[in-house]
């Protein structure tokens, strides 16, 4: 089992940015990848950005260039920085590990990030 628990969501101006973490506590041995995901109102959960254990990452055209994923291992955190934010970013962001050897997947219980124009 791995328990994530997430940080840093907030109320932003359009063009602002906002720094989101996430903490992994038990299973963390098995952890493969991270990723951050995110809902908006009336839409399906979509992925932002993952990581994987070797430290390469994969971004979701929307956010290339604006959003930085990043890991550590030794804290057991996975980080999203996101800049230059805009009104559409609005959404819960849901923080996500698959694990080894069965690709288990544990969710975050989601932040809330608002985007004001």
């Known amino acids: 089992q791995v328990q994530l628990v997430e940080s840093g969501g907030g109320l932003v101006q359009a063009g602002g940015s906002l720094s989101l973490s996430c903490a992994a506590s038990?299973?963390?041995?098995?952890?493969?990848?991270m990723a951050w995901h995110r809902q908006a109102p009336g839409k399906q959960r979509e992925l932002v950005a993952l990581i994987n254990s070797g430290g390469s990452t994969n971004y979701a055209d929307s956010v290339k260039g604006r959003f930085t994923i990043s890991r550590n291992n030794a804290k057991n955190t996975v980080y999203l920085q996101m800049n230059s934010l805009k009104p559409e970013d609005n959404a819960v962001y849901y923080c996500?590990?698959?694990?080894?050897?069965?690709?288990?997947?544990?969710w975050g219980q989601g932040t809330q990030v608002t985007v004001s124009s």
């Open positions: 038990g299973s963390i041995a098995s952890i493969n990848i």
């Open positions: 996500r590990t698959t694990t080894w050897p069965f690709g288990t997947e544990y």
